[in-house]
T-cell receptor, first 113, second 114 residues
Framework: GNSVTQMEGPVTLSEEAFLTINCTYTATGYPSLFWYVQYPGEGLQLLLKATKADDKGSNKGFEATYRKETTSFHLEKGSVQVSDSAVYFCALSDPSSNYKLTFGKGTLLTVNP | NAGVMQNPRHLVRRRGQEARLRCSPMKGHSHVYWYRQLPEEGLKFMVYLQKENIIDESGMPKERFSAEFPKEGPSILRIQQVVRGDSAAYFC????????????FGPGTRLTVL
């Protein structure tokens, strides 16, 4: 079946540090890949997505590139802010159904001033 | 401009009781999805509903769990005779059309079974 493995947290960084959260996946076919973010007390929000190999998703300074050869979708940001503190989830959509999302366990990021 | 609403946010039940979780989708959304996050795991798909129809319930446990999305009112996830293993966070999402559109998530209901 489909699965997503992402970097264990928690991750603690200082403001303006570089962020990488690793994500690898297992799926049959060609899934779409997503990063969701959950701020305290809120629902998950779509941060960025990529629908085919070599696509780069980007939003709010975050980027991730769909790497088919390494089955990876690592999240990066060059300079984090305190407001980026949240839980980040990597996910994929089942290629046969599109609506069925499979998530990683989530990575808690804390950014200190 | 309310997002997806879920209530209650926290629910405590004793073993054998029933749990009812409610989800009101975003305005204009007619597709609802339920996901469960067990401790130390990622969110797992449970069921996909449209108004008055269950489209895909392949992720629902075979017994004690049911879901509905009536013509009027919120979607309900019902768990009968809860057990400790049902303790989890239950997330609802909605989309405007089918899942190829972005799913918007609610804040979740955290169920604790004593």
């Amino acid at each position: 079946g489909n699965s997503v493995t992402q970097m264990e947290g928690p991750v603690t960084l200082s403001e303006e540090a570089f962020l990488t959260i690793n994500c690898t996946y297992t799926a049959t076919g060609y899934p779409s890949l997503f990063w969701y973010v959950q701020y305290p007390g809120e629902g998950l929000q779509l941060l960025l997505k990529a629908t085919k190999a070599d696509d780069k998703g980007s939003n709010k300074g975050f980027e991730a590139t769909y790497r088919k050869e390494t089955t990876s979708f690592h999240l990066e940001k060059g300079s984090v802010q305190v407001s980026d503190s949240a839980v980040y989830f990597c996910a994929l959509s089942d290629p046969s159904s599109n609506y069925k999302l499979t998530f990683g366990k989530g990575t808690l990021l804390t950014v200190n001033p | 401009n309310a997002g997806v609403m879920q209530n209650p946010r926290h629910l405590v039940r004793r073993r054998g009781q029933e749990a009812r979780l409610r989800c009101s989708p975003m305005k204009g959304h007619s597709h609802v999805y339920w996901y469960r996050q067990l401790p130390e795991e990622g969110l797992k798909f449970m069921v996909y509903l449209q108004k008055e129809n269950i489209i895909d319930e392949s992720g629902m446990p075979k017994e004690r769990f049911s879901a509905e999305f009536p013509k009027e009112g919120p979607s309900i996830l019902r768990i009968q005779q809860v057990v400790r293993g049902d303790s989890a966070a239950y997330f609802c999402a909605s989309s405007q059309t089918d899942g190829r559109n972005e799913q918007f998530f609610g804040p979740g209901t955290r169920l604790t079974v004593l």
